[in-house]
């Protein structure tokens, strides 16, 4: 399961220039974000409550990703609303 306190921990070393794809599966007290490259290698996971400051830190966890070349929510209309 991913880790709340260090994300950093489940972090691979991924070349700078290589486009990497978030997907966030939504759940009523967390949402799981996990971050692969191109071709599904694995790069990183980490989960974060659902809650504003949890919202919050997802972004800005997400954002340190190089080349962030798309994102997936599941279930965008009900627990991936917000």
């Not at 290698?41 to 997802?58: E, H, I, K, N």
């Amino acid at each position: 399961m991913p880790s709340m306190a260090h994300p950093e921990q489940n972090r691979q070393p991924t070349p700078q220039a290589e486009q990497v794809i978030l997907g966030v599966d939504t759940h009523q007290d967390m949402h799981v974000a996990a971050v692969i490259t191109a071709v599904g290698v694995s790069v990183a996971d980490a989960a974060f409550p659902t809650t504003a400051v949890g919202y919050r830190q997802l972004l800005a966890w997400a954002r340190t990703f190089r080349m962030l070349h798309r994102a997936g929510v599941e279930a965008p209309a009900h627990m991936g609303r917000a």
